[in-house]
C-alpha cells in the first residue's frame, strides 16, 4: 500500500490523496477543502501561515507517506533584492518619514542603492507592473492560492502585466518613485489582497544578513542617533547639510558648521557617519567593493568589534556596549567630544523599539 500527494505544480494548491493500486482515492474536492482549511488557519495564525511556509506539513506528509519521490518540492523561493541588504523599516505602526503622521507600514523596506535588482520572490503571474500611487513603479504577481507579492519604488521594470515568472527572475530595478525619501525596495505579502507580515516568509533566507535582531536594533539606534533617522535614506546622509547618491567610494566631501560656538569641519557621511580616513583604513582591510548600505553596515560593525562591545549587544547588556562605542559616535555618551550626545536612557528606548519588531515570534 502506497500513499500518494499529489500537487497542482502551478499555484502549489493541493489537489488530494490517492492510495496506489486501489479504488480508494481522496479527491479533489476534499483536497480544495483541506487547501482552504489551512489557508484560513494561516490567514488567522501567523505561526501557522510560518509553520505552512516552512513546508512542515509536507514533510509530515512525506513521513507517512515513507516515499518522498512522489512529493512535490515547494521549497521554491528566492530574497526579493541582493542578500544581505539591511532592513530599514519594519512591518508595522511607525511615523511616515514625508508626513509625519503615524501610520501602518504595510510591509519591509530594504536600504538598497538604486539600480540594485529586485527578483520575484515566487513563480506567478505578473498581475500588475506600471505606476501604483504612492508606490511609484510597482510590481504585483499573484503566486496562486491567494498569495501575492508587492515590490515597491522601482526605478525601472523589467516585466510587463500577464508575463510569467520565476523565482530569483529579476523584474525591475531598485529605486525611490513614488512617496519615497531615498532608494529602497518596499516589499509586500498579501494573502486574498490584505498585506501580512513578509519576515516569516523571508526568515528561511536570513533576513538581513546573518545579523542577530539584536545586532540589527544596534545599528538601527547608531543610524539615527548620528543622521535622525534609521531609515533608508540615513545611508546617503552628509554630516551636516544634504545628501549623496553615488555609492560607489566614500564621497569624500568636507562640510563645515558651528557646534556649541566652535567651528567643525568634517567628512563624515552615511549611516554611521565614517570619516574618509576611516574608508581609506577599512575599506582594503574588508575588501568593501563600494560605500553601499551593506558595507557601511559592516564598516560599523567591525569598529563594534574593535571596542568590544559585540559580546555586550549579543547578551543584551546596551549600555556597557552603547558606553564602549562612544568614543568612535559623537552622539553616544562616554565620550568628551561635546557634541550633544543622547541621553543613554533616550538610546535605550529606540533600541527596545526597534528590537521588538525585529524578533519574529
Same mark, same amino acid.
Given at each position: 500500500?502506497?500513499?500518494?500527494?499529489?500537487?497542482? &505544480?502551478? +499555484? =502549489?494548491?493541493?489537489?488530494? *490523496?490517492?492510495?496506489?493500486?486501489? %479504488?480508494?482515492? $481522496?479527491?479533489? +474536492?476534499?483536497?480544495?477543502?483541506?487547501?482552504?482549511?489551512?489557508?484560513?488557519?494561516?490567514? #488567522?495564525?501567523?505561526?501557522? &501561515?510560518?509553520?505552512?511556509?516552512?513546508?512542515?506539513?509536507?514533510?509530515?506528509?512525506?513521513?507517512?507517506?515513507?516515499?518522498?519521490?512522489? $512529493?512535490?518540492?515547494?521549497? &521554491? =523561493?528566492?530574497?526579493? =533584492?541582493?542578500?544581505? =541588504?539591511?532592513?530599514?523599516?519594519?512591518?508595522?505602526?511607525?511615523?511616515?518619514?514625508? @508626513? !509625519?503622521?503615524?501610520?501602518?507600514? /504595510? %510591509?519591509?523596506?530594504?536600504? #538598497? &542603492?538604486?539600480? @540594485?535588482?529586485?527578483?520575484?520572490?515566487?513563480?506567478?503571474?505578473?498581475?500588475?507592473? %506600471?505606476?501604483?500611487?504612492? /508606490? !511609484?513603479?510597482?510590481?504585483?504577481?499573484?503566486?496562486?492560492?491567494?498569495?501575492?507579492? *508587492? /515590490?515597491g519604488h522601482a526605478s525601472k521594470l523589467s516585466v510587463r502585466k500577464e508575463e510569467q515568472v520565476l523565482p530569483g527572475q529579476i523584474i525591475g530595478k531598485v529605486g525611490s518613485t513614488g512617496m519615497s525619501t531615498a532608494p529602497h525596495l518596499h516589499f509586500e505579502v498579501r494573502l486574498n489582497n490584505k498585506p501580512v507580515n513578509p519576515r516569516p516568509y523571508l526568515q528561511q533566507h536570513k533576513l538581513s544578513s546573518n545579523y542577530s535582531p539584536r545586532m540589527q536594533a544596534f545599528l538601527a539606534t547608531i543610524r539615527w542617533a548620528e543622521t535622525g533617522t534609521s531609515r533608508t535614506e540615513s545611508y546617503q546622509k552628509l554630516v551636516f547639510n544634504g545628501t549623496f547618491n553615488n555609492f560607489s567610494t566614500h564621497p569624500l566631501i568636507k562640510q563645515c558648521a558651528s557646534i556649541n560656538g566652535k567651528k567643525t569641519c568634517s567628512t563624515a557621511a552615511g549611516a554611521y557617519q565614517m570619516l574618509d580616513k576611516s574608508w581609506r583604513d577599512l575599506q582594503p582591510k574588508l575588501k568593501l567593493p563600494d560605500f553601499s548600505p551593506e558595507s557601511q553596515d559592516r564598516m560599523a560593525i567591525e569598529y563594534i568589534r574593535r571596542n568590544r562591545a559585540i559580546s555586550d549587544i549579543e547578551s543584551g547588556n546596551f549600555a556597557n556596549a552603547a558606553c564602549k562605542v562612544g568614543k568612535i559616535w559623537a552622539s553616544f555618551p562616554c565620550n568628551s567630544y561635546d557634541q550633544n550626545p543622547k541621553a543613554m536612557s533616550e538610546l535605550s528606548r529606540y533600541y527596545q523599539k526597534q528590537l521588538s519588531w525585529m524578533v519574529v515570534r
Open positions: 500500500m502506497r500513499i500518494k500527494l499529489e500537487i497542482e &505544480s502551478n +499555484n =502549489t494548491k493541493i489537489v488530494g *490523496l490517492k492510495e496506489s493500486g486501489s %479504488g480508494l482515492s $481522496v479527491g479533489r +474536492n476534499w483536497g480544495y477543502a483541506f487547501a482552504t482549511l489551512i489557508l484560513c488557519m494561516a490567514i #488567522a495564525f501567523p505561526q501557522v &501561515s510560518e509553520w505552512v511556509e516552512s513546508q512542515q506539513p509536507i514533510r509530515l506528509l512525506q513521513r507517512l507517506a515513507k516515499n518522498t519521490s512522489d $512529493v512535490t518540492d515547494l521549497k &521554491s =523561493t528566492a530574497f526579493p =533584492t541582493i542578500k544581505g =541588504t539591511p532592513v530599514t523599516s519594519g512591518f508595522g505602526w511607525r511615523t511616515h518619514p514625508l @508626513t !509625519g503622521e503615524r501610520k501602518f507600514h /504595510y %510591509g519591509i523596506d530594504f536600504g #538598497a &542603492s538604486k539600480g @540594485t535588482p529586485i527578483y520575484a520572490f515566487e513563480a506567478g503571474l505578473v498581475e500588475f507592473a %506600471g505606476w501604483k500611487g504612492g /508606490y !511609484g513603479k510597482a510590481v504585483i504577481i499573484n503566486h496562486g492560492a491567494g498569495k501575492s507579492t *508587492l /515590490y
